[in-house]
């Protein structure tokens, strides 16, 4: 999924904008259900599959609690982040929101998002794993509840290692350089046709991996950024690397496919073999490549890699607006979103692996083979992940595929270093992060 520049651009202007806008208020404690009828709003991004599995939770919703009414409003990826800071500022936030990590801090800073303690008598969270659950709280403050979460992993198209006669290492004690190595081979095997990897370099996920693989992290618990710039600018340099020994596609073939839908990137059109990705994302790939067969894998380890590196991301969470005018109604959805099990068999795994174990045990007898392996995997790297780091601050949003990506093709294009463009882009980010502090 893309996260544009704009979009990074109106998470921040909408920070300034909410500070001016009267959100923030106290919320009423322990509202109560009214027995007049009642519309709410739920908002959503998503393509149309997501879409339909969501109109049909509401209608479940709808026959559940017949004097509440929902209204439905989704988009894709792409403007929704510009639509939601451009209603949110104008006090007309939607009442249930489906959010994401680099989201969350800028809009529950600057208090545009319901304390869910004010609605416990009737939002009850607690079935979700406590860790899990915990990624949805700022400062201590819980403003969401996470649908589910995922580990990142390698995903290989082993359709592509057999029609060119290339072996798959020993996935669970491949090396990096069993890792190149496989995917220099099978480069080389194709004649340039398909290669061996689709590097990352301005992925936010991958980076965060990447640095705790190295010992280091993102942000720490205040906030505050602390990623070495030698991390970062190791992490530009080995996707060089890969371009360079042809297991990467060249710059221009990159540059080409930056950005693309999830259904056009080269790990769905057989372009690249493997590749870097949310593992909740396995079955979304099986679905857009239909011709391939698909596995997942942890990523390769270095005799210096850190323990723990892995770690539970939240897929996406549902926030209330501290505007809205139903609170009970609103926490009502989300407890039903969060706890109703019909929910669970409709909505899969589109979500993520789901954070309510009584989800997962729903979820299981009705997946396919892909969607079993998805939900193995998680399982399993969840048995070796570390702690979830904190959650990125308020004026960090812009991390993802705008700031990072921009700083990512200077170093493909040879504009910058590695070095140079890791120590600018840290610079850029500290300022912002201060800025909107």
């Not at 149309?48 to 894709?76: G, H, K, M, W």
């Not at 493909?412 to 270093?417: M, R």
Request: aromatic letters at 10%; proline letters at 5%; a negative charge.
């Amino acid at each position: 999924m893309r996260r544009s520049t704009r979009a990074g651009i109106a998470a921040v202007t909408v920070c300034v904008a909410l500070a001016s806008c009267g959100v923030g208020a106290d919320p009423v404690q322990n509202p109560e259900l009214s027995e007049d009828e009642v519309t709410i709003t739920l908002n959503w991004w998503g393509a149309d599959a997501r879409t339909q599995s969501t109109l049909d939770v509401i209608e479940l919703f709808e026959e559940e609690y017949p004097n509440i009414n929902v209204e439905a409003q989704y988009s894709d990826w792409t403007g929704y982040w510009d639509r939601l800071a451009t209603t949110t500022a104008a006090g007309d936030m939607p009442d249930v929101t489906q959010f994401d990590e680099l989201y969350l801090a800028s809009y529950a800073e600057r208090g545009a998002l319901l304390d869910l303690s004010s609605v416990s008598n009737i939002l009850d969270p607690s079935a979700v794993d406590a860790n899990v659950l915990d990624s949805g709280r700022v400062d201590g403050t819980l403003y969401a509840v996470p649908t589910g979460a995922t580990t990142n992993g390698v995903l290989i198209n082993t359709t592509l290692f057999e029609q060119y006669g290339v072996e798959v290492p020993d996935t669970t004690s491949w090396t990096w350089e069993d890792f190149e190595e496989a995917a220099t081979e099978l480069s080389e095997a194709s004649d340039g046709e398909v290669h061996g990897i689709s590097p990352f370099g301005q992925d936010s996920f991958s980076l965060n991996v990447w640095a705790r693989q190295h010992g280091g992290e993102l942000f720490d618990a205040e906030g505050d950024l602390v990623l070495d710039p030698e991390i970062l600018a190791a992490y530009w340099q080995r996707a060089l690397d890969w371009i360079d020994s042809g297991a990467a596609p060249s710059v221009g073939e990159i540059s080409e496919t930056m950005n693309l839908p999830l259904d056009q990137s080269s790990l769905v059109t057989g372009q690249a073999a493997m590749g870097f990705i949310p593992a909740g994302q396995f079955l979304a790939y099986q679905s857009a490549g239909p011709d391939f067969d698909y596995d997942l894998a942890n990523w390769p380890t270095d005799s210096d890699t850190a323990e723990g590196f892995q770690y539970l991301k939240p897929t996406m969470y549902w926030s209330a607006a501290s505007t809205t005018e139903h609170p009970a109604e609103a926490a009502l959805l989300i407890h039903f979103l969060a706890n109703d099990t019909r929910v669970a068999e409709s909505f899969g795994l589109d979500r993520g692996e789901p954070g309510n174990p009584a989800f997962r045990e729903a979820v299981e007898p009705l997946l396919d083979d892909s969607g079993k392996e998805s939900l193995a995997f998680t399982e399993a790297m969840s048995e070796e992940v570390g702690d979830t780091p904190p959650i990125t601050p308020n004026g960090a949003s812009n991390i993802g595929s705008g700031l990072l990506g921009r700083y990512y093709q200077q170093v493909l294009f040879g504009e910058s270093s590695p070095e140079e463009a890791a120590e600018g882009f840290l610079n850029e980010l500290g300022d912002s992060i201060t800025a909107a502090g």
